[in-house]
C-alpha cells in the first residue's frame, strides 16, 4: 500500500515534546501544531508521567536530553523496559554531534540539531519516522504476539530453525515455561488479571532470554518458548521468574512450570524438540513441589515407544495382533459361588515389544481418538465369544466390555454396537457395557442420553471403578445403572484398614438404595471373599476365582 496514503489518512497523531526550556517547546509547537495534538513537557519525570498516561496513544517522543530531574538518556532507558513504551520512537534533540550513538544504543530513532532547521524540514522528519514505526508495526503485528509483545509462535519456530541451521556447533536448549491452572486464574480475578499474568512471565522470559543469546515466544494461552544457549541449570531462571510473579500484585498467586529439553540435536525438528520440553514440563503439572522437569533418556525412550504403537495400531488391528481375554465374574449370593459372567480385557501381542498391557495404550490411544478402532475390535470378539458359548453349552453367559469416554462422544455408538450385536446374533442384554467413572467428568448431558437410548434397547450398564476418584456420586442420581462395581482400592484394604471396610459398607448402602447389585473387582484373598459376602456383595470379579484367560482355558470354568 502506499504509505503516503496510511499517512494522510485523516486521524491526527500525537506527540510529546520534552524540552526543559519554554522557547524550545513554544517554537516546535508552533511548527506541530496545525498537523498534530502536541503535549508538552519539561523535564523526564513530567515526560514519564506522559507517557504511563498516554501510552499506546503516542506517535512520537522529541526528547531534549540535558534536563534536571531526569534527563533525556533516563528517559529513553525507562521506556526501554516497558514493552508498549518501548514500540514509541523517539526523536532525540541535541546540539551535541557525541550524544548521538549513546542515544542511538538507547533506542533513538532520529535526531533534530539545535539551534532548529527550517520547519519544513523538522515537520518532515517527524512525518517520515511515524510512517516508519507504523509500517514496522504492522509487520511487526504478525511476527509478534499483541498482547507481551513476544515473537508468535510460528515466528519464533523460523527464528529458531533458521538459527540452529546457520550455527550448528552452538549447544542450544528448548525450554518451555507454563502457568500451572491458568484458566483457574482467568477465572478467578478476571482477563484483566489473566493478560497481567502473562504480560509479568513474558517479560521475565524475554530478559533471561536475551541474556544468554537467546529468543522467546508465546504459543497459545499460558504456553512459552525460550531457545537459548545451552545452562548447566534453569534454576537461576525458575529463581528470576518467581521473583518477577511475587514481585507484582495478585500474580504472585500464579505458579509456573518450566520444562527443558537440553543441547537439541540437529537431526530432530524444532517443533519436536519443543514438544519434548513440553512433555517435561507436564510431567510435573500436578507436582507443587517441582518447578523445573528435563526431558530425559527415560521419557525419550516412553515417548518413542508411545510413536511406535501409534503408527502401528492400524496393523495390529488388520493381524489381530489384539488379544481379548476373559475373567470370570461369579455369583456368590448362596452358598457355592456361581459363574455368573465375563469381563472382555484386551491386551496387544505386538510384535516388537511381546505382551503389552491395556494400562501401556488405553489413555494414549485415548487421547488421540484410536481407542475407538480397539474398542470396536474387543466388543466384535466379545459378542462372538457370547455367542460360540451359547453354542457349546445352550447358556448365554453375559459378557461385560469397556466402553471409553472417546467412544461415547460418538453419536452412532448406540447403533455401532447393536450392529455388534446383531450380527453376532446375540441379545442386547448378553453385552454389558462398563463405562468408566473418568467418563462422567466430561460432558454428562450427552453421557446420560446415550446411556438411557442404551437401556431402552436392552444392554446392561455398570459403572466401572466407582470411587476411583471423579464425580461419579452425584451422577448416581441422574443416571440410571444397572450394576455398580467398586473400584479394586476399596477391596484391596476391606480387611486392613477401617475406613476402607466403613467405605465399602456404605457403598453397599448405596447400592441397596438404587436396588443395583455390587460387583467387587481385584479380590485376591479368601478373607476378602468372605467380608465382601458378609457385607452383601453380590459378584466377585478378581485373581481368587482366576486371572483373565483366553476363551479356551474358560472352558472349565463352565464345567
Ligand atoms: P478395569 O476395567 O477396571 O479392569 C479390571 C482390571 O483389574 C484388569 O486389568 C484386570 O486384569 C485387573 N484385575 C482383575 N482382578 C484382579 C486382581 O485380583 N488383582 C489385581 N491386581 N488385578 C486384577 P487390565 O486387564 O490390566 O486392564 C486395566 C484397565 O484397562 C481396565 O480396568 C480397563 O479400564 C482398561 N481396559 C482393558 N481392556 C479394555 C478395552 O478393551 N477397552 C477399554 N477402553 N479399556 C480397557
Ligand atoms: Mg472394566
Ligand atoms: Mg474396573
Excluded at 220 to 240: K, L, N, P, Q, S
Excluded at 533 to 552: A, H, N, R, T, W
Aim: aromatic content about 10%; hydrophobic content about 40%; charged content about 30%.
Amino acid at each position: 500500500m502506499d504509505e503516503e496514503l496510511i499517512y494522510l489518512s485523516n486521524i491526527k497523531r500525537t506527540i510529546l515534546v520534552v524540552d526543559d526550556e519554554e522557547i524550545n517547546r513554544e517554537i516546535l509547537g508552533g511548527i506541530l501544531e496545525d498537523s498534530y495534538d502536541v503535549l508538552y513537557a519539561a523535564d523526564g519525570n513530567e515526560a514519564m508521567a506522559v507517557i504511563e498516561d498516554k501510552g499506546p496513544l503516542l506517535s512520537l517522543v522529541l526528547l531534549d536530553l540535558m534536563m534536571p530531574v531526569m534527563d533525556g538518556f533516563e528517559v529513553m532507558d525507562e521506556m526501554q523496559k516497558d514493552i508498549i513504551h518501548r514500540n514509541i520512537p523517539v526523536i532525540v534533540l541535541t546540539s551535541e554531534e557525541s550524544a548521538e550513538i549513546e542515544s542511538l544504543k538507547r533506542g533513538a530513532a532520529d535526531f533534530i540539531k539545535k539551534p532548529y532547521d527550517m520547519p519544513e524540514k523538522i515537520l518532515a522528519r517527524v512525518k517520515r519516522i511515524i510512517a516508519l514505526f507504523e509500517d514496522r508495526m504492522i509487520i511487526q503485528s504478525t511476527e509478534r504476539d499483541e498482547l507481551t509483545g513476544l515473537l508468535s509462535k510460528s515466528y519464533f519456530y523460523e527464528y529458531a530453525s533458521l538459527q540452529s541451521k546457520f550455527y550448528p556447533d552452538r549447544k542450544m536448549d528448548a525450554v518451555v515455561v507454563n502457568i500451572n491452572h491458568f484458566h483457574l486464574f482467568n477465572e478467578l480475578y478476571g482477563m484483566n488479571e489473566g493478560d497481567r499474568v502473562l504480560c509479568t512471565v513474558a517479560g521475565a522470559i524475554k530478559t533471561y532470554a536475551e541474556r544468554y543469546d537467546g529468543i522467546a515466544g508465546r504459543g497459545e494461552g499460558d504456553i512459552f518458548y525460550m531457545y537459548v544457549t545451552h545452562r548447566d541449570d534453569y534454576e537461576d531462571f525458575a529463581a528470576e521468574l518467581k521473583k518477577a510473579i511475587t514481585g507484582e500484585y495478585r500474580v504472585h498467586n500464579a505458579q509456573v512450570r518450566i520444562g527443558v529439553n537440553e543441547c537439541i540435536e540437529q537431526d530432530v525438528r524444532i517443533e519436536m524438540a519443543f514438544e519434548r520440553a513440553n512433555m517435561a514440563g507436564n510431567t510435573i503439572r500436578d507436582d507443587f513441589s517441582r518447578v523445573i522437569a528435563y526431558y530425559d533418556d527415560k521419557m525419550r525412550k516412553q515417548r518413542m515407544f508411545e510413536e511406535k504403537l501409534i503408527q502401528d495400531i492400524a496393523d495390529g488391528i488388520a493381524r489381530s495382533q489384539f488379544i481379548v481375554l476373559f475373567q470370570p465374574k461369579y455369583n456368590i449370593k448362596n452358598d457355592k459361588p456361581v459363574l455368573a459372567g465375563a469381563e472382555a480385557l484386551v491386551r496387544w501381542d505386538h510384535p516388537e515389544f511381546g505382551m503389552v498391557s491395556p494400562g501401556s495404550f488405553i489413555s494414549l490411544f485415548e487421547e488421540n481418538g484410536l481407542i475407538q478402532l480397539v474398542d470396536d475390535y474387543v466388543w466384535r470378539a466379545a459378542a462372538h465369544q457370547v455367542r460360540k458359548w451359547k453354542d457349546k453349552y445352550g447358556v448365554a453367559v453375559p459378557v461385560s466390555v469397556n466402553v471409553s469416554r472417546i467412544d461415547i462422544q460418538d453419536e452412532a455408538i448406540v447403533d455401532n454396537i447393536l450392529d455388534i450385536v446383531k450380527e453376532a446374533g446375540i441379545e442386547p442384554k448378553d453385552l454389558h457395557l462398563e463405562i468408566t467413572e473418568s467418563a462422567y467428568a466430561s460432558d454428562t448431558h450427552q453421557l446420560v442420553d446415550v446411556v438411557e437410548r442404551f437401556r431402552d434397547r436392552g444392554f446392561m450398564i455398570e459403572m466401572d471403578d466407582f470411587g476411583a476418584g471423579y464425580s461419579s456420586l452425584n451422577m448416581l442420581t441422574s443416571m440410571p445403572i444397572d450394576v455398580l462395581k467398586v473400584d479394586m482400592k476399596f477391596v484391596r484394604g476391606v480387611n486392613e484398614d477401617e475406613k476402607n471396610f466403613r467405605m465399602m459398607e456404605l457403598i453397599m448402602e448405596i447400592a441397596d438404595f438404587l436396588n443395583v447389585p455390587v460387583v467387587a473387582e481385584g479380590v485376591e484373598e479368601e478373607d476378602q471373599y468372605s467380608t465382601l459376602k458378609d457385607l452383601g456383595c453380590e459378584m466377585i470379579q478378581g485373581y481368587y476365582f482366576s486371572k483373565p484367560v483366553s476363551p479356551d482355558e474358560f472352558d472349565k470354568f463352565f464345567e
